[in-house]
């Protein structure tokens, strides 16, 4: 199901990015769902991704694997998913919270605007699409 409006966007936190993240897209009027409540701890991400893109969701992760790993990133091309990967692993629980609520607008921008799928990079300062198969305004798959 492709977002039609903000109140559509649902994005995924997964494990690796925590309860922190979550809270912060949250405190940006955001609507967010840790992957760990709705499935439970420990779930291959294989698995999950095509879980998190029938729900309709954005993908929200710490896991740079998931760019990398051939049978994550398929997973992702297949599904057609919005991939949000947060960069700076030292980032600490109260930067993370705060990158999300100054990130938000841009990140639920990205969702609505760029066909999927697509990874973005998410550092304190900035958000930066590095790979996507859509173009600004293209059509929306899925």
């Known amino acids: 199901m492709r977002p ?3 109140a559509d966007v649902v994005f995924v936190v997964d494990e690796d990015a925590g309860s922190n993240v979550a809270k912060g897209i949250i405190a940006a009027g955001g609507n967010a769902v840790l992957l760990s409540e709705k499935l439970g701890h420990g779930t291959d991400d294989v698995d999950w991704i ?3 893109h029938e729900w309709g969701c954005a993908i929200v992760t710490r896991d740079l ?3 990398r790993n051939p049978f994550e990133s398929e997973a992702h091309r297949q599904c057609g998913c919005h991939v949000f990967i947060l960069r700076g692993g030292g ?3 109260d930067e993370l919270h705060a990158a999300m609520v100054k990130h938000y607008p841009e ?3 990205y969702v609505l605007k760029y066909a999927r799928p697509f990874i973005a990079h998410i550092t304190s300062r900035s958000i930066n699409v590095h790979e996507h198969t ?3 305004g293209g059509v929306k798959n899925g």
Request: overall charge positive; charged content about 35%.
């Open 4 to 6: 039609r409006s903000a």
């Open 50 to 52: 095509p879980r998190a």
């Open 65 to 67: 694997a998931q760019r």
């Open 91 to 93: 980032l600490k629980f």
């Open 107 to 109: 990140m639920l921008r």
């Open 134 to 136: 859509g173009r600004w």
